[in-house]
């Protein structure tokens, strides 16, 4: 029998510590949860499935029955000479698996410690950081068909996954409840240190020869220079992706701004760090009240005590507005806003 709370407090539940209630909260530990949560549903309310918090930000009291995944559980479900297979349970810490992982030499995903929330959301906006994302690891994707009641799962090449995005986060949006995800690592390091400060990171501390945890502790420290702790400061990591547009349009940019960075992305698209344009737009470090644009990094919205989710999303329209207006390209949300 599932346990029902009502006017729960969310505020130590989302990184951007916003002040809301659920009206009805619940957690769930194993999968057979789900099949019994439409015969519970109070009200007949719809669910908001939480993990983290880490990447929503409430702009107001959710009207949801709000169910925290907390299904557990690393088994090892498959082995060769040069890969293993994991099957984790949603509710996993992200970090903590990351850490495990490392423990036992499995390869593949030291880059991305450090990332808050959940190994269930993981796939919903395939993660990713210091060049690598989650559908490089994942193998499939299993959850519980909210609709349909019955559990299911998809194949790596089914979730559609794309820069910080999947069909979790498109078609399959509010229909599903992620359980476990399987993922294959690979026993021999084959590290990614070419990516941001991490090489340089290794040099200052002296290490030639990295392993798969010099690597991930180099990804903490720098990380944790240049991100806002959200225990310390109410955050939800990037608030914006980076936007990919034509050649012609960064060119035309690089031709006005000779310093504009750009990554190539296949032939015809680059990418262009928000951050670069958000900056350009001189938010770095803006404050009103108490939200804000982190000062180090202008891709980070802050809140710096009591700002509402609504100030917060409207500071994010502002900018998006004064990046259309400068530049003609407009900055999509990566944050779910609720
Ligand atoms: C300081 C900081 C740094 C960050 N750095 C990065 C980074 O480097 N790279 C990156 O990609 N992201 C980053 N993020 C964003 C965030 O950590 C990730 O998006 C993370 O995967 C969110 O996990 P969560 O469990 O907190 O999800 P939540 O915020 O709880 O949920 C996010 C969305 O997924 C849904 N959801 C969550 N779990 C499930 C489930 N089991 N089934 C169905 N739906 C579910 C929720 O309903 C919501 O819509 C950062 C955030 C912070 C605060």
């Known amino acids: 029998m599932i346990n029902i709370e009502k006017d729960y407090a969310l505020d130590q539940l989302n990184t951007f510590g916003m002040p809301v209630k659920a009206p009805y909260f619940s957690v769930i530990r194993e999968r057979a949860d789900c099949s019994s949560l439409a015969a519970n549903a109070p009200e007949g309310l719809p669910v908001l499935i939480l993990g983290g918090g880490s990447n929503m930000l409430f702009t107001q009291q959710p009207d949801k029955w709000v169910i925290k995944n907390e299904i557990k559980g690393i088994e090892l479900i498959g082995e060769d000479e040069t890969h293993i297979r994991l099957k984790v349970g949603a509710g996993e810490v992200w970090h903590e698996f990351v850490l495990y992982c490392i423990a036992h030499n499995y390869c593949g995903i ?177 404050r009103e009240g108490d939200a804000g644009v982190h000062p180090k990094q202008p891709l980070v919205l802050v809140n710096y005590g009591t700002a509402s989710g609504t100030e917060i999303f409207e500071l994010s329209t502002r900018i998006i507005a004064s990046v259309e207006e400068k530049f003609g390209i407009t900055l999509e949300r990566e944050v779910q806003i609720i």
Do not use: M
């Not at 999947?166 to 390091?189: A, D, M, R």
């Not at 990804?219 to 990919?244: C, H, M, Q, T, Y």
């Not at 701004?257 to 015809?268: F, H, L, N, R």
């Open 110 to 286: 030291e880059n991305l410690a450090l990332i808050p929330g959940t190994v269930g959301a993981a796939p919903i906006q395939n993660i990713g950081a210091y060049g690598v994302e989650v559908k490089q690891l994942i193998t499939k994707v299993h959850y519980w068909d909210i609709e349909k009641e019955t559990f299911d799962y998809l194949d790596n090449k089914d979730c559609r996954f794309g820069y910080r995005d999947s069909i979790f986060k498109q078609e399959l949006k509010g229909k599903y409840i992620i359980t476990e995800v399987e993922w294959q690592l690979s026993k021999t390091p084959s590290l990614n240190t070419s990516y941001g400060n991490i090489k340089e990171e290794l040099d200052s501390r002296q290490i030639t020869q990295p392993g798969i945890k010099d690597v991930a502790e180099a990804v903490i420290a720098i990380r944790s220079s240049k991100l806002p702790d959200p225990k310390v400061v109410g955050n939800a990591g990037s608030f914006f992706k980076n936007p990919e547009v034509k050649n012609e349009v960064y060119e035309a940019i690089r031709a006005q701004y000779s310093t504009a960075p750009g990554y190539k992305v296949g032939q015809d698209k680059t990418k262009i760090p928000a951050a670069w344009l958000i900056e350009q737009c001189n938010w770095k470090g803006f």
